[in-house]
């Protein structure tokens, strides 16, 4: 198989172009798409201090890696959440440390246990029964916008891949989840309190964040969280994986039809669960007096200098 | 396993809502489930004419019985498609024909081919290749809604299913086909030419409507069409019954949580394939001079009486 620009020897099949590159093209065509998405969306320029949300897997650090070499004003934020089960945290924060060291980037890293008392296991130990992932879920969103507000940037990235996106997209429309379907998009704009957040790489597959960290030598995290074992965005991705596979492109259709499909209509009348009213505790947008955060850690201090902060004070 | 009501022998355990019921009030449900949907979706009343599109299978022939036994004014309508493959048009004729004989109910029997001098299989063969069930769709749409003007009848009432019309969305979402997913509901009024046309059986399942037919002793077909093997909705039916198997009311909320939805959406600027022309050789809406149907069968007699049919003339 021999790429279609330079007929040198390809690594990959971008099956739904049909298309076959090398090494070089491959790596160009990936940073131009990005460029691309960035620009058609709106997402950020140059101007705008960026916060990448890192994990220690392939997608979010490809995507700090990537966007600083485009010339964009990174700093990678790490969440240590405190999962002792199979080592996660301490592994997924060994690859960070290595990326950060190898390419010498800016990354905050920053341990929940240490500074809120409590990790995600300690939550799930003195919780509801909430399933694990919705706990961490609330969690990262909470502070990596905390977090980024702290270092003075106004934009989180994330580094969700077209089938984070179509799995999660799946799950929302078979149980037509309003308030998610109106909140799935590549970009949602900053709104009280809450950053600007985008998605780089949403029309990249995982193979091809993959092969993009592989081939710029970006040392991640292979494991997948010892907790999102039996997820229901699993079951969703291997149907999708399926359909994928009978019809190439299907994912990419899926969700580049949805966001257009999106454009067209007006949605009226939807149930909305944005915060109308600021935490007490913390000054962060909730829908109740204390905000799910502050709930759930209870009894620990906060995050020491954000307290009381309001949106002009992030400009 | 118990009725929920009587304590009888149960025959069927409604999943989605955990309820064993007994054969006698498994029918009572059946039908006022049936009258509920009916009134709900404002699809038609007592002085209605009601044409019931009929096949020969489970579906159709049970809602031709129900509507009947509910009391309303229906008249079946049959369309002999001469599929000779597997003797499927035969088979499923003789199926109506003793239907029609066992209940005493008005059944007009309408052969394409000896009407039209063609039918699917001829046209498939002259055709360019395209998939079997778009053709046929077409040509039951089109002579559904003329046949149906022809019997003094002012709404078309078909027995699509849950798992028809859940696997239908699921297809359509996968590819946002938009002309589709505007068109989907269980009632569509009518239009230009086009009688309404109403879904009863919309929200039962399969297992549901054979279940009824059996218990009434409704002889019906079992076999699929042999053209349909492969189709892509019935490989959405498995995704969606593996998913149901998981999580019971899986297709329900899919397709109800759907029609919610679209209440509560504008959709704008969608690409339209209404009909705006009316077709120059027999005067149905079209989007071009001459209709798909009359292309289908150029050089061939139209069906008597309903040449340049005018909504008024329905009236």
């Avoid at 966001?259 to 909305?272: A, G, P």
Wanted: hydrophobic residues 35%; contains cysteine; proline residues 3%.
């Amino acid at each position: 198989m021999k790429c279609r620009i330079c007929k040198e020897k390809a690594v990959i099949k971008i099956r739904r172009h049909n298309l076959p590159l090398c090494r070089k093209h491959f790596i160009e065509r990936f940073e131009s798409e990005t460029r691309r998405v960035i620009k058609r969306y709106k997402m950020f320029t140059r101007n705008d201090k960026i916060a990448v949300a890192v994990s220690g897997g392939k997608d979010s650090l490809s995507l700090l890696y990537c966007l600083n070499k485009l010339g964009y004003n990174v700093t990678g934020i790490y969440i240590n959440l405190g999962i002792f089960k199979e080592n996660y945290s301490a592994n997924s924060q060994e690859y960070v440390i290595k990326f950060k060291e190898k390419f010498n980037l800016p990354v905050i890293i920053y341990d929940i246990k240490e500074n809120q008392g409590k990790g995600i296991e300690d939550l799930l130990k003195r919780g509801r029964g909430e399933k694990p992932c919705s706990v961490c879920g609330m969690v990262k969103r909470y502070l990596m916008n905390r977090l980024a507000i702290e270092e003075g940037c106004n934009v989180v990235a994330t580094g969700h891949n077209l089938d984070d996106e179509a799995s999660r997209l799946f799950g929302n429309i078979i149980y037509w989840q309003e308030e998610h379907i109106e909140h799935q998009f590549p970009v949602l704009p900053e709104e009280n309190g809450l950053l600007k957040k985008v998605k780089p790489f949403t029309f990249f597959t995982e193979k091809e964040t993959s092969l993009y960290a592989i081939l710029n030598g970006i040392p991640y995290i292979r494991d997948e969280c010892p907790y999102s074992i039996g997820a229901k965005t699993i079951k969703y991705k291997e149907i999708l994986n399926k359909l994928e596979n009978d019809s190439p492109g299907t994912k990419y259709r899926f969700l580049k039809g949805f966001y257009e499909f999106k454009n067209k209509v007006k949605i009226e009348n939807l149930r909305s669960f944005k915060g109308t009213k600021n935490c007490k505790k913390c000054g962060m947008p909730t829908t109740r007096e204390i905000c799910t955060f502050c709930m759930a850690f209870e009894n620990h201090p906060f995050i020491k200098s954000v307290q009381n902060i309001s949106i002009s004070e992030k400009e």
